[in-house]
Structure formats: C-alpha cells, structure tokens
C-alpha cells in the first residue's frame, strides 16, 4: 500500500518520518502532555532560553536532565552536549530513545556526590536547585563549578520563592528550596565574580521586578579563584 500523499507538497516528509517511526515523549514530557499541556511550552522555553545563551559552545554539561527531552534544543547550537541525572529510571529512559541525529551523551551521575571527571565550558541546571536540601545547595554549586574549566559558565533556572504561593501540592511537594532572586543572586556570587538574573513568565523571559517573575534565571562567569 502507498503512503498517502499531502495535499502540499512540503508537508510530505511528514508522511515519510512516519513511516521510520514517531518519536515518543519522554517519561516527565509525556506526564505533562496528559495533566497539564500548557507546562510543556513553559519548559521548553526555559531550555531555548539556555540554548540560546549557550549557543557556540564547545562542551556543556546538563545536570539534572529528567528525561531529557527539551534537551535536544540545547544539542542544536554547541558542539558537544553531556546530560547527567541521579535517577537511572529517567537514564534508561533517555537513551532508549536517543535519536542517532541528535546525538549527546547521558548517564548517571549524582552531582551532590562530586563533580564530573571531565571539565565542560558551560553547565546548566534548569529546575534542580529548588530540589535541593538548603544545607546541601552550597555543595551542589561547588561541584558544579568545579566541572567547568577556567572560563566556564553556569546557568540556573528555578521557580521563584515568590510563585510557590500559586504552586500545586505535587509540585510543592519537591520544591524545597526555592530562591527569590537576591538569594540565587548571593549564592552563585560565593563562587562567581559576575552574576545576572533574569526574570521569566510563563514563556517570556524579561528583566522585570522579580517578586512578581514566577520563573528565575541566573548566569555566572568569571570563576572566583
């Protein structure tokens, strides 16, 4: 039987993608898709944001992937990608579906317990921190500064202090430990001469007054010696 044909032309490479197979979501993504579609766009968003910030870079290093699936975004402009997490259920899950044309690197790894065996140019966490015990977090960014090299950059994302009044119960349930943005801003200075934090809302990332920004970035450069 032939494949049918689409009325447009363009569109029939989705036809014959269909035919290789259709990429499954991953295990957090699919979740999402079924309890609450509209957080798969804010996510995303937070990993184009970091695509874009990082675009160029040679070797960067993901710390707390999940499973990884906004990832791919990140894979699309720098060189070279390594995604860690502590949870080998979210590992397995990764690389059962890694696609041979987005390829990156993904273990486990538990980033409390020490720093990578190799350095990167640039690491980023997006939505770990905040699952992190507070007497634990200063150990978390050492090791995480620790996996850069001499020029290397850090970047955050976590939701703000501020918006876990808005949070739900499954979401305050891991949610230890959020920051509003003088707190993210004091922690990463402890390691980092230059640190910027940006707000975000919903998909849109600004420079807006922070108490009301439901989402934080930060960025760090310039290692403290």
């Known amino acids: 039987m032939k494949p049918p044909k689409t009325r447009e032309t363009q569109y029939q490479r989705s036809i014959e993608l269909q035919e290789k197979g259709v990429a499954r979501l991953?295990?957090?993504t699919n979740q999402a898709w079924h309890d609450d579609?509209?957080?798969?766009?804010?996510?995303?968003?937070?990993?184009?944001?970091?695509?874009?910030?990082?675009a160029g870079k040679q070797h960067v290093?993901?710390?707390?992937?999940?499973?990884?699936?906004?990832?791919?975004?990140?894979?699309?402009?720098?060189?070279?990608?390594?995604?860690?997490?502590?949870?080998?259920?979210?590992?397995?899950?990764?690389?059962a579906r890694m696609d041979a044309a987005w390829p990156f690197?993904?273990?486990?790894?538990?980033?409390?317990?020490?720093?990578?065996?190799r350095s990167f140019d640039a690491a980023y966490a997006l939505d770990v921190i905040e699952h992190i015990p507070e007497a634990d977090e200063e150990r978390f960014v050492q090791n995480l500064?620790?996996?850069?090299?001499?020029?290397?950059?850090?970047?955050?994302?976590?939701?703000?202090?501020?918006?876990?009044?808005?949070?739900?119960?499954?979401?305050?349930?891991?949610?230890?430990?959020?920051k509003d943005a003088p707190g993210l801003k004091a922690l990463l200075a402890r390691f980092f001469y230059n640190v910027f934090i940006f707000s975000m809302n919903d998909e849109v990332v600004h420079t807006g007054y922070y108490p009301?920004?439901?989402?934080?970035?930060?960025?760090?450069?310039?290692?403290?010696p």
């Not at 690197?105 to 065996?117: A, N, Q, T, Y």
């Not at 009301?212 to 403290?224: D, E, P, Q, S, T």
């Open 61 to 95: 290093l993901e710390v707390g992937c999940a499973d990884a699936f906004g990832t791919r975004l990140v894979v699309q402009t720098v060189s070279s990608l390594t995604a860690v997490d502590f949870d080998p259920v979210f590992v397995a899950d990764v690389n």
């Open 145 to 178: 500064v620790a996996s850069l090299n001499s020029h290397g950059v850090l970047m955050l994302g976590t939701p703000s202090l501020q918006s876990q009044a808005y949070a739900s119960p499954p979401s305050k349930a891991g949610h230890i430990n959020c």
């Open 37 to 54: 579609p509209k957080h798969l766009l804010f996510t995303l968003s937070r990993y184009k944001f970091a695509a874009k910030m990082l």
């Open 212 to 224: 009301m920004a439901h989402y934080l970035f930060a960025i760090a450069c310039c290692k403290r």
């Open 26 to 28: 991953g295990l957090m």
């Open 105 to 117: 690197e993904c273990k486990v790894h538990d980033i409390l317990l020490g720093p990578l065996e």
